[in-house]
């Protein structure tokens, strides 16, 4: 299947048995760099994915390049961090030893689910291209107003952020209000006796809910996935 030329994420398989070089469409350095084979797979960002799958084809060749999984996303950049913190443990090192995207001992699928899991926290929708295991799939932007928002929810990610001791300055980047003088306790007492919340409590609860959520699955520092819930829901 032709992928859209938009910004993305996806995962690649190979189906080579003889290595090829990960730069072998550029004999200068081919021989210097990393081969690999059907054994290997890879996770990706592109700004247009598209003109990646041509460059795939172009250096493996397009009957030893399958890519099992790709979803469309402004949040490429980010989605790919995440990712390569959930599987540094299946990363392969380049010849300089720092560790690339390409993979091993994990199987695409198994790549592709963690990949998912974490589109899964982003404000997207995902309508399914073809059916069976290696389809493609699509999550296209839907809108960036807050969705499934509650006050439960938000007291939820606030005790959870409090319990692991995330600051109260990176509390108040969260919050809506100029005057940065939140603090966890004052924000359990306000949202716990709500049953609705306001549209600048709608923004707030979406941040702390979005950090909550990638601080369980990724143990990423606190600011840096604050900055990834400001980034995501804007005032």
Wanted: glycine share 6%.
């Amino acid at each position: 299947m032709q992928l859209p030329p938009v910004p993305g994420v996806y995962v690649v398989e190979l189906l080579n048995e003889e290595p090829i070089s990960v730069n072998a469409d550029r004999p200068v350095i081919a021989e210097r760099c990393i081969k690999v084979t059907r054994a290997n797979c890879k996770y990706g960002k592109a700004a247009n994915l598209a003109r990646r799958q041509r460059e795939y084809h172009k250096t493996f060749g397009a009957q030893n390049v399958r890519f099992r999984f790709f979803s469309t996303t402004e949040q490429h950049a980010l989605v790919e961090a995440l990712v390569g913190q959930r599987l540094a443990a299946f990363r392969i090192p380049g010849v300089t030893g720092r560790l690339n995207e390409w993979l091993q001992g994990i199987a695409a699928h198994e790549v592709e689910a963690v990949v998912k899991s974490i589109l899964a926290t982003l404000p997207t929708s995902a309508p399914t291209l073809g059916s069976g295991p290696t389809s493609n799939r699509v999550a296209r932007p839907v809108s960036q107003d807050p969705v499934g928002v509650s006050p439960t929810r938000l007291v939820e990610a606030a005790r959870y952020l409090e319990r692991q001791a995330m600051s109260v300055s990176l509390l108040r980047d969260l919050h809506h209000s100029p005057r940065r003088d939140e603090t966890f306790a004052a924000t359990l007492r306000y949202f716990s006796k709500k049953t609705e919340l306001r549209l600048n409590n709608q923004l707030y609860g979406a941040r702390l809910i979005f950090v909550a959520a990638e601080h369980r699955a990724t143990g990423l520092p606190f600011e840096q996935l604050v900055q990834a819930a400001l980034r995501r829901h804007p005032r």
